[in-house]
C-alpha cells in the first residue's frame, strides 16, 4: 500500500506533465517552444556544437600557432576549429546565432548541411543568411510557424510597403513596390488568393495611395473595398475605358518630369531614366496601385469585335508594366492561370511582372508558369501545396530565391470595414473621377439614451 500511495505521488505529476507537454506541443507549438523545446535545443546546441560542425564537414585544419599552444599548455588532442559561434539569442519561435567562418567557407557550405544540423539540434528547420563576408546568421525554428500563422510584432513599415504575409523562417513577407514594382500571384479557387489579395488592399488602403481596380467577375472580389477606390471596372467593357486613362495619366507624368528636369518634350518615354521620386514632395503625383482580378477575363475573346478590344487592353497593360514604375503606376495582377495560351501579349506581359507569387495550382503547368521561368526549383515546392492549407504560397523573384509563406486569416468584414475607415485616404485624381465606384450610404444608428424615460402617472 506504501509503494503504491508512493507511485501516485511521484508518477502522477510526472504523468501531468508529459501529458501537458504533449498537449501543448499540439495544440499550442508557441508555448511548448518557450518552456520546453528552447532550454531543450539550446542545452543540445551548447553541448555538442563543435562535434556536429566536424561531423557535418564544417571544421577546418587548425592553425599552427593554435597547434603549438595547444601542445605546449596541455596534452589533449588537437581538434579541428570549427566556425566562431556568436551569443545564442532566443526568439518567440527558435534560436539566432551569428557565425564567423573559417578561411575557405562559404555560406553555401553552412546551407548544404542544414538538415543535419536540424535533426542534431531538435529543432524544426534551420535557415543560413549572409550578413557580411565570412559572417552568417543562423536561424533555428522550433516549429513549424506556416500552421497556425501569427506575425511579428515589429514590422516594416513605410509607403507602398506591406506585411502582407508569414515566411517560413518566421519573418515576415513585405510586398515592397518600390522595391518591385508589379507582381503576379495565381492560385487554383479556394488556395486563398483572395486573402492575399485583401492584405494587400488593406495594407495599401492605409496609405496615401490611389488604389484602382479592374474586376471582371461583376466585382465580386474587389466591390466591397469600394469606399478605399479611386476607380473599379467590373466587366471587360468598363476595363477597355479604364485602361487608355491610365496611360493617359502616365504620360502626363512623364510631361511632369521632363518639364522638371529640364528634358525635350519630344524625348521618348523610354529613354527618361528618372522617376516621380526624384520630384519634391509637393509636386510628386501620388502613387497609383492597379489591381487586376481573374486576369483571363480580359484575355478571352467570343466575336471579332472581342478580339480586337483585347489587343488594345493587352497593350495597354504591357505600356504600363514596362513604363509605369517611373511614374508611380504599379501592378498586381490575379488569375489562376497566365500562360500562352491566353493569347497574343500574354507572355511578353508576365515576363515584365517581377514579383511572383504562386498559391495551390490544379497542374504542375500553371506552377510552371508562375515560377518556372524565375525560380524552376520552386516549382515542386508549390505543386506539393495541400487543399488543407489555404493561404499557403511560394514567392520568388528575379534573383532566383524563393521560400514558402503562409497569409494570416483576415475576414471580408474586417477588410471592407478598414477599406471604410480610410475612405478619406483616397486622393483626388480627377481622370479616375468617372470610374469612382459608388459607394452606399450607411446608416446612421442613434446613440442609446442615457436615462431611460419613465412613464409619468396620469
Known sequence: MTDLATLLE?????????????????RHPGVYWSTVGLPVSTARLLG??????????????????????????????VRPVPPRRGII?????????????????????????????????????VYVTPVKPGVIDLRLVGFDVLRKVRMPRKLPAGLLKVPVALREDATAFVRDYRTVPHGLTLGATLSGKSMYLRHLITGLARQPVALVGIDCKRGVELAP??????????????????????????????????????IAPDTPDEEITSDIWGLPEHERPVPVVLFVDEVAELFLV????????RDEMVTQLIRLAQLGRAAGIYLEICGQRFGAELGKGATMLRAQLTGRVCHRVN???????ALGDIAPEAVAA?????????????????????SRVRTPYLSLAEAAET???????????????PFRPAVPVRPVKSPAPVVRPQPTAG
Open 363 to 369: 497542374d504542375e503547368a500553371s506552377a510552371k508558369m
Open 89 to 125: 539569442r532566443p526568439t518567440t519561435t527558435g534560436l539566432r546565432l551569428r557565425l564567423r567562418l573559417a578561411p575557405g567557407q562559404e555560406p553555401a557550405d553552412v546551407a548544404a548541411s542544414a538538415e543535419r544540423l536540424r535533426h542534431a539540434w531538435g529543432v524544426h528547420a
Open 302 to 309: 467570343a466575336t471579332k469585335k472581342d478580339e480586337q478590344r
Open 225 to 262: 473595398f469600394a469606399a478605399r477606390l479611386s476607380a473599379l471596372a467590373t466587366d471587360p467593357e468598363q476595363a477597355a475605358a479604364l485602361l487608355p486613362v491610365l496611360i493617359e495619366e502616365m504620360e502626363d507624368r512623364y510631361d511632369l518630369i521632363k518639364a522638371r528636369q529640364g
Open 10 to 26: 511521484v508518477g502522477g505529476p510526472v504523468a501531468a506533465l508529459g501529458g501537458g507537454a504533449a498537449y501543448a506541443r499540439a
Open 48 to 77: 555538442s556544437y563543435s562535434s556536429v560542425m566536424e561531423a557535418c564537414g564544417l571544421t577546418v585544419a587548425p592553425s599552427r600557432l593554435r597547434v603549438l599552444a595547444v601542445k605546449a599548455t596541455t596534452r589533449r588532442e
Open 419 to 433: 477599406c471604410h475607415t480610410s475612405a478619406h485616404l483616397a486622393p483626388d485624381l480627377p481622370a479616375l473621377q
Open 382 to 402: 508549390a505543386c506539393a501545396i495541400a487543399p488543407e492549407q489555404p493561404g499557403l504560397a511560394v514567392i520568388g523573384d528575379a534573383s532566383g530565391g524563393w
